[in-house]
Nanobody
Framework: QVQLVESGGGLVHPGGALTLSCAAS????????LAWFRQAPAKDREAVSC???????QSEDSVKGRFTISRDNDKHTIYLQMNSLKPEDMAVYYC????????????????WGQGTQVTVSS
């Protein structure tokens, strides 16, 4: 069955860095874009970044210049390198697989992971 397993969340101070990982299995990796979303308490889930099968990427304005998404096609894993973290980045971060590509990743997620908590606090 499809599995998206996130890891790497934790507590970090403002200004700090953290790298999230998402290991994928159970679907044809080569045909899917992979993405990160996040959901803060009492807020809707929001898109963060997406990486296509050709490794082209797109990111939301709130994280541009601070977060970098990447994929390892040998390990079937994606990463989210998060730098200069702010308290407003605190959320549960979810990995997602999108068959239609990053162009539609906000609307057409096929599979979700369970999430990993990122806490940004002094």
């Amino acid at each position: 069955q499809v599995q998206l397993v996130e890891s790497g969340g934790g507590l970090v101070h403002p200004g700090g860095a953290l790298t999230l990982s998402c290991a994928a299995s159970g679907f044809n990796w080569d045909y899917y874009a992979l993405a990160w979303f996040r959901q803060a308490p009492a807020k809707d889930r929001e898109a963060v970044s997406c990486v296509n099968s050709d490794s082209s990427t797109q990111s939301e304005d709130s994280v541009k210049g601070r977060f970098t998404i990447s994929r390892d096609n040998d390990k079937h894993t994606i990463y989210l390198q998060m730098n200069s973290l702010k308290p407003e980045d605190m959320a549960v971060y979810y990995c997602a697989a999108v068959r239609s590509g990053c162009r539609h990743y906000k609307q057409l997620v096929d599979y979700w992971g369970q999430g990993t908590q990122v806490t940004v606090s002094s």
